[in-house]
């Protein structure tokens, strides 16, 4: 089970392959099919832990926002999730929530449909999903200052991604924990969302060609 609903799936019109392999994702913008994603939790090669767990349709593999008609709906809070298997999961626990396909940090040229909306992203619970958020985050700057960013860890205590976390805890269980850490989260100062990390170094350190832009 990936914690989608019945109801999800069949609103989203979530297929399979002919061979029972991978799910296959549609993905519309504004009511036109774009692209086709073919997803596989288990990879395309299920002995290489590595292989690609989701490919589009050559030629069509832009980055988009999944599923494009939860835009079209009136709730002014979005979450913003990690891939199109976190998002059919947030959906299917009752969240309001969209993903940006081709992997974390990405970031579609429609991003300007999310205006003035409050934003809260959760990502992945590994180094990708961290840096990914944070990039989005100053992305979204351009189009709202609403933006809270959640830790996975924090959250969940452990874990990996959110379609593990409905699985393991269920999806009323998963929603408040969400909804109640979203609550408690301060929106991102503007000049917060972007980090970096300075160490001190002496002068002759400080000079030395392979030190200037050290972090």
């Known amino acids: 089970s990936r914690g989608w609903s019945t109801e999800t799936i069949r609103k989203h019109r979530i297929g399979i392959s002919d061979d029972r392999k991978h799910f296959l994702i549609p993905i519309e913008v504004e009511g036109e099919l774009v692209n086709v994603r073919y997803y596989s939790p288990k990879g395309v090669d299920p002995w290489h832990p590595d292989a690609m767990k989701i490919r589009g349709v050559k ?43 081709g992997g974390a940090g990405n970031c579609p040229s429609d991003l300007h449909r999310l205006q003035g909306k409050e934003i809260t992203i959760l990502y992945d619970n590994d180094e990708a999903g961290s840096k990914g958020a944070k990039k989005v985050a100053q992305s979204l700057r351009k189009f709202t200052q609403q933006i809270k960013i959640l830790d996975f860890d924090s ?28 609550k408690a989260q301060d929106f991102q100062p503007s000049n917060s969302v972007r980090h970096t990390h300075a160490r001190e170094v002496d002068f002759a350190e400080a000079i030395n060609s392979t030190n200037i832009g050290a972090k």
């Open 59 to 101: 030629g069509r593999n832009e980055v988009r926002i999944f599923p494009d008609s939860v835009l079209g709906e009136s709730s002014d809070k979005l979450f913003v999730v990690e891939g199109e298997s976190d998002a059919l999961a947030a959906l299917s626990i009752g969240l309001s929530a969209v993903t940006f396909t």
């Open 155 to 182: 959250v969940f205590k452990g874990g990996t991604d959110l379609t593990d976390a409905v699985v393991e805890h269920g999806g009323e269980s998963t929603a408040k924990l969400l909804i109640a850490a979203e």
